[in-house]
């Protein structure tokens, strides 16, 4: 017999050993279930007995010496199994520890010798007991030597477990593939690989990098959402801040966005009403939560407090003629945020809307605030003014749904913070409304063209707006138009030359815009132009002969664009003129010398930084630059009820005489000077400038210039 047949017969007489014993234990006290199990078993140990024959065989022919190892390695595969499974009582059939005896050539070996296989008990060894060992309870330690060689067969079913956790890799025979672990841990149920130290150290710094980035990313989030400035500049140098006013306690904050349709009954129904009735005048926007026009569906539905005479609740009926323009009331109060307002009397009270602030009172047209039933065919009383006044501390965008007021005559929101653009609609349905007045705003775009051919428009204040579109010909379609004010925006391109074909217009204000061409040169003695402004533009050319043709012009003012030219010799004709203003151009020629009307009424002349020449004649303006008695009176007026002009026409209380930065000779006479005695109140000339050159105007009392630049002092 060889070295293998004699590890085998080891093998198999340590397996029916501990087969008897089991048998025997097991007799009387065993169930159906032990026995599968233990069919199982031996079904396992006798594919484990083949297979390690198989192997033995197979490396036999490679290694002479290997059938030494194979046979230590069945004892020690042997020896492992019975300390796993029953102690090494399983060796003996007397119950002692035994001895396995391997006939080896030339000598016997002893289980106890180092150099063949030491296996030491760590911890609680079985202490011979079958049911202790059975029950898998005790913990042993297992030690093989370094020289040992040995081969062991894992059971099939641990094999595929530990391949499914992917611990490691499982050849196609079942067998462990090699791999290389720095620490192996092994127990009583499992084999598990230990992590060193550097690679659990790397894998938390991988979780902890994680965690860091996310925390990262939350405060970028964080501060971009909270820190956004908004910063609005105003266009050609100016700036304007905007600074709300909180007139009343914040609200509270809601808890979160209401519901397309009120969970309550009947207000669900009644709200779905609403939305339908009202889809046409403003579409989807009633289904946008928190949008102005939902927010007034919402009031009406559920909140509006005016007495129903019908059924004696509260809320008018759908069918109600009045009802669209209630609801138009209150979304304009939501769209310009009327809780903040500084005077909000009335809004969304149990009243008519004709007694809420701005609409109750009295305009051109508009007595009352409404147009009431009785006074044309009808069934509601109809809002014809809204006149929020100035400085409200009103904050939004028109909204398009004003255009259902079609008896509107007056509509003034002032010095207040509208901004986007002027809703094209109204422009088609307010055909009565005479005065408009937007100024002071953040408006942008154009004015719109649907108020073409508007009889009955009389005054439009959009000054101080971000209008930044070419200059709305259709102005020049309102034949009725009395005061435009389009000073300070950014509309561009020329003005129509048909705006001369207003006759009734009498003041007109294009001043600090960007608008190019020729000043308009068709006016004839039915013009009733008494205000023409075109300050700060890019306007070139003469100045236009047909304007000495109106007979009523007071205030012209052209400074600083790029005219050229003289100063027509009609323009001597006109007998009211109070204010001229030519500077900052390259006019030419001189001043006429003789009385002429031109002189007879002026307060106020600015013609510095020309081009003029000759003498200046002084002796023409001795009696001038007088206020007149109508004007004391119109400006004691105004300072007594306190009352602020919408125009420096009427309201001017300066005198000037600017001459300096030309060509002009002359002598600036004591009786002008005594018109700078700060003690006067309405006749005092409050600026008056020269060129105090050796060889140009001799004056004590004038602000002087020399070569150009200003001078210290007060002149000489």
């Keep these: 017999m060889n070295e293998e047949e004699e590890a085998l017969e080891a093998l198999m007489v340590a397996k029916q050993a501990k087969k008897k014993k089991k048998k025997k234990s097991g007799e009387g006290g065993d169930n159906g279930d032990g026995a599968v199990r233990r069919k199982k078993k031996k079904k396992k140990k006798k594919q484990s007995a083949v297979q390690l024959e198989d192997q033995s065989e197979a490396d036999a022919s490679n290694n002479d010496n290997y059938g030494e190892g194979v046979a230590v390695a069945a004892v020690a595969s042997a020896m492992v199994t019975a300390e796993k499974k029953g102690g090494y009582d399983d060796f003996d059939e007397s119950g002692g520890r035994g001895d396995v005896e391997l006939a080896e050539k030339g000598g016997h070996h002893d289980h106890d010798s180092d150099d063949v296989i030491e296996l030491e008990q760590e911890g609680n060894m079985g202490n011979g007991n079958d049911s202790n060992n059975d029950d898998g309870e005790g913990q042993y330690g297992e030690t093989v030597t370094a020289d040992a060689a040995y081969t062991y067969e894992a059971d099939t079913e641990i094999m595929a477990e530990i391949n499914q956790e992917g611990l490691v890799q499982v050849d196609e025979a079942g067998g462990i593939q090699a791999f290389v672990a720095e620490t192996v841990a092994i127990d009583g149920d499992a084999v598990g690989i230990i992590k060193s130290d550097a690679e659990v150290e790397t894998e938390e710094k991988k979780k902890y990098t994680k965690y860091f980035c996310g925390a990262v990313v939350v405060i970028v989030v964080v501060i971009i959402a909270v820190a956004v400035p908004v910063t609005l500049k105003v266009t050609k140098g100016r700036q304007r801040t905007i600074v709300r006013e909180i007139t009343g306690d914040p609200t509270q904050v809601p808890s979160g966005m209401p519901s397309d349709v009120p969970s309550s009954m009947p207000s669900s129904v009644r709200f779905t009403e609403i939305v339908r009735k009202l889809t046409d005048l403003s579409g989807n926007a009633l289904k946008v939560q928190g949008s102005p026009q939902y927010r007034a569906a919402m009031w009406m539905s559920d909140q509006d407090p005016i007495q129903n005479i019908k059924t004696g609740g509260t809320g008018l009926d759908l069918d109600d003629n009045g009802f669209e323009q209630r609801y138009v009331m209150a979304l304009f109060y939501y769209a310009m945020d009327g809780n903040l307002w500084k005077e909000n009397k009335g809004w969304l009270g149990e009243d008519s809307v004709c007694k809420w602030f701005g609409i109750e009172g009295s305009s051109d047209g508009c007595p009352t605030g409404c147009i009431e039933r009785s006074d044309y065919v009808g069934e509601y ?277 600017s001459l300096h930065n030309n060509q002009l000779t002359g002598v600036i006479t004591p009786n002008i000077c005594a018109r700078r005695n700060t003690s006067l109140t309405y006749s005092r000339l409050d600026h008056l400038t020269a060129d105090c050159d050796d060889d140009k105007i001799k004056c004590d009392c004038c602000t002087c210039y020399e070569n150009g630049e200003l001078m210290d002092g007060t002149g000489r």
């Excluded at 965008?397 to 509208?418: M, N, V």
């Excluded at 003012?557 to 030219?565: I, K, V, Y």
Aim: glycine share 6%; proline share 5%.
């Design 381 to 657: 009383d109809k809002v014809c003014r809204i006149a929020m006044g100035k400085q409200n501390n009103i904050f939004g965008e028109l909204p398009s749904e004003l255009s259902i007021l079609t008896e509107i005559r007056w509509f003034e929101i002032q010095h207040d913070y509208l901004f986007g653009t002027i809703p094209k609609s109204i422009g088609t349905s307010w055909t009565k409304v005479h005065t408009i007045l937007l100024g002071s705003n953040f408006l942008s775009g154009g004015f719109p063209d649907t108020f073409e051919n508007n009889q009955i428009l009389g005054t439009i204040f959009i000054d101080q707006n971000w209008f930044n579109s070419t200059f709305p010909n259709v102005m020049a379609t309102m034949k009725n138009l009395e005061w435009l004010d389009a000073e300070d925006n950014n509309f561009s391109g020329t003005m129509p030359p048909t705006i001369t074909n207003l006759k009734s217009l009498r003041i007109l204000n294009v001043n600090n815009n960007s608008m190019t061409g020729y000043l308009p040169d068709s006016w004839d003695e039915n013009n009733l132009i008494e205000d023409f402004e075109v300050e700060d533009n890019n306007f070139k050319g003469k100045l236009p002969p047909s304007l000495a043709k109106a007979r009523f012009l007071k205030d012209f003012r052209a400074s600083r664009n790029q005219l050229s030219g003289e100063i027509p010799e009609a323009y001597h004709q006109w007998e009211n003129l109070e204010e001229l203003y030519l500077d900052g151009n390259d006019i030419v020629g001189q001043l006429p010398q003789s009385a002429v009307p031109f002189y007879s009424g002026l307060q106020e002349l600015s013609i510095h930084s020309n081009s003029f020449t000759g003498r200046f004649p002084v002796e023409h303006f001795e009696d001038t630059f007088r206020i007149s008695e109508f004007l004391n009176f119109v400006q004691m007026l105004l300072f007594s009820m306190r009352l602020t002009c919408y125009n420096h026409y009427y309201c001017g209380t300066k005198e000037v005489l």
